[in-house]
């Protein structure tokens, strides 16, 4: 199979049906793609960047302007195809010069894997011997269909944790966070998948700033299965830094030394998908000490925050999911007035060149949440993404950090006196919480994002005060809201009304604290 001339893209289509496309047809008119269309949310991302980066190599615009006609007006799917084509010899899956994300030699290790180990969150050795495989049951996935290896490969080099000794961690670390742009489904430009994919492209002038040296011209510089893996072992390995290779290895980037065992004359259904394949895939083989990239790479989808040494980290998403709390940093930080953090690139481009548009577009948010080697959980969320007048930035930035904190401490309210409702000794009773957290958030994401609405036109005329007394209101309400359902929900057995009606007095006197009246501007002597 080569995957720029056979269809295995699963994608939905305008009419609601589903079918494998090549990445030439992204742009069918007739029944348009409206999405991609695979079983799990972290194989669509991994998709996505696959186009992104595909286009990136082949149809790169040269200029803003090229890159705004094919945001309105779509290339045709022979335009796109003849861009492809001259690629298409680094896309086989089994190639004569290198096999797609594979190693190009034979693995002296012992034997052969099982196909679920190439899922990210695939029970590790250790996991099954100590009964651990909680995410994957052992003989739950035997065999899978081409189309779903491919994905799960490039799901693996895209996302690889840490692996044991060895294995090497992606270029961005394991489990990377990215932020895509897209459009926003109320917006004029169409919400479908060659939008969601263009959005993130860079032009020529962009690619100029990228990490990476594009004087390395070479096929394998770009596609480093094209020629002998750069190893890394302890003795007589290498590392790969920017200076090792041409920039749009980001895109291709393969850490892990992997060949599928493509020919099984299995046929079936997939184990994943439930597709019937003619050739279903059991297992591959792999051997530690892949590529092993160092210093300072900059990957134009993710977010980089700069350590006291000197260090770019891409970043990662923590436990507790993404929220409005990560908006501000995630979707419009201002790296001039701290350069220990800066969006990602793409990001930090429409950020630019969004002054004078009409468009609005939302910012696209996904990774794990990864434990070392463990692949705890997916994280995906859309935020709005804003364009705020460079002369109220600061200020608009200050204002929204006092909507965050006070938020995080007003969540911190909940959790203490809901706990003082239901304990008799609140400091000694153990538990998770972190739900009256996540609960407190959903509960006032709409609000947060009508204020900061609010603040970009009334920071401009003075009046952005009320936008804070407000935020005031909007929190003291979803606090007494989520406290009443709860304090109320506990153990009846246990239930003490005078305790709970204590804990809900001191939930008022939190919320008039000195400090949160000073914060959010309330007048001083404001009361319950
Ligand atoms: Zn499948």
Redesign the pocket.
């Known amino acids: 199979m080569n995957l720029i001339n056979d269809p295995w893209i699963p994608v939905q289509l305008r009419d609601g049906t589903t079918k494998l496309i090549t990445p030439w047809q992204l742009t069918v008119t007739e029944n348009p793609v409206v999405a991609l269309d695979t079983v799990r949310p972290d194989f669509n991302a991994a998709l996505l960047q696959f186009l992104i980066g595909l286009l990136q190599t082949a149809a790169s615009p040269t200029t803003e302007e090229e890159w705004v006609d094919w945001l309105e007006t779509p290339p045709t799917p022979d335009d796109l195809k003849d861009r492809f084509t001259p690629y298409s010899y680094a896309f086989d899956l089994q190639g004569p010069h290198g096999s797609f994300m594979q190693d190009l030699n034979t693995l002296h290790n012992s034997g052969f894997t099982g196909i679920a180990q190439l899922l990210i969150e695939a029970p590790g050795d250790n996991a099954i011997k100590n009964n651990k495989d909680l995410f994957i049951k052992r003989g739950q996935i035997d065999a ?2 081409p ?2 290896t491919t994905i799960a490969l490039l799901t693996l080099q895209i996302n690889a944790p840490a692996g044991g000794q060895g294995h090497r961690t992606s270029l961005r670390g394991g489990g990377p966070l990215s932020t895509l742009v897209v459009p926003d489904e109320q917006a004029e430009l169409p919400d479908d998948l060659w939008r969601r994919v263009w959005l993130n492209v860079l032009s020529s002038s962009d690619m100029v700033a990228l990490s990476g040296d594009e004087n390395r011209l070479a096929p394998a510089a770009l596609f480093p299965w094209l020629a002998a893996t750069r190893t890394s072992e302890k003795t007589g390995g290498q590392e790969t830094t920017p200076l090792d290779a041409h920039p749009l290895q980001m895109y291709w980037a393969m850490p892990r030394r992997i060949r599928v065992e493509w020919d099984t004359g299995l046929s079936g259904q ?1 184990d ?4 019937s ?1 003619e050739n279903l895939i059991s297992q591959y083989s792999t051997q530690n000490y892949g590529i092993n990239y160092t210093g300072a790479w900059r990957h134009p989808l993710s977010p980089y925050s700069v350590t006291a040494n000197g260090d770019w980290l891409a970043q990662h998403a923590q436990p507790g999911g993404l929220t409005y709390q990560h908006w501000l940093r995630l979707a419009m930080h201002d790296s001039n007035q701290e350069p220990t953090y800066f969006n990602a690139i793409t990001v930090a481009r429409y950020l630019r060149i969004s002054k004078d548009w009409e468009e609005s577009l939302r910012l696209h948010v996904f990774g794990y949440d990864m434990e070392n080697m463990k692949a705890r959980c997916w994280y995906e969320a859309t935020f709005p993404l804003l364009t705020v007048h460079e002369a109220i930035r600061f200020e608009f930035s200050k204002r929204v950090q006092t909507l965050t904190e006070t938020a995080g401490e007003f969540a911190g309210f909940v959790r203490s006196t809901v706990k003082d409702a239901w304990f008799k000794r609140p400091k000694e009773a153990k538990g998770d919480l972190s739900f009256l957290t996540k609960s407190f958030y959903q509960n006032t994401e709409t609000d947060f994002f009508s204020a900061v609405r609010e603040l970009q036109i009334k920071l401009a005329n003075g009046t952005d005060r009320e936008v804070l007394n407000d935020w005031h209101q909007t929190l003291l309400k979803a606090a007494v809201t989520i406290f009443d359902y709860w304090a109320a929900s506990g153990d009846i057995a246990q239930a003490n009304p005078r305790r709970v009606a204590l804990a809900r007095n001191k939930l008022f006197q939190l919320a008039y604290s000195n400090k949160i009246k000073q914060a959010l501007q309330l007048p001083p002597k404001s009361k319950p």
């Open positions: 899978i269909c189309s779903c997939c994943i998908c439930n597709a394949a």
